[in-house]
């Protein structure tokens, strides 16, 4: 079985898997499958014999993978453990504030600070 690391993070646009090679001397390559539901999977795509594959889904989602070998027929192997990964997109993400404080509550008025956060994924 195929063994995929237990975290994978998505990069702008495209996540990269690494996974143990299979050592058997049938091996024609690796099929990735990945989804939007775990274990439902309705993308995949071939590869050669590699060990790592960058996919490049739909950014802004959570998407969930797994690989399995091939052999010279086209026969697939068992799927690896699944792995999940959101994928981001480029642009800024909105505003987060923390930290915040508010004093001087009057039934008019109140003092209220706090910090801004801001991540800008590109």
Known sequence: M???PGLVLGETGKVTLAWDPIPNPNLAGYTVVWGEASRNYTNSQNFGIVREAT???EAGKTYYFA?????NQGVPGELSQEVSAFIRGSGNFPLAIYNISI???TSSSANKSGNLWSSSIR
Do not use: K, M, Q, Y
């Open 2 to 4: 195929l063994a995929l």
């Open 55 to 57: 996919i490049e889904p």
């Open 67 to 71: 690989v399995r070998g091939f052999d």
């Open 103 to 105: 004093t001087n509550v």
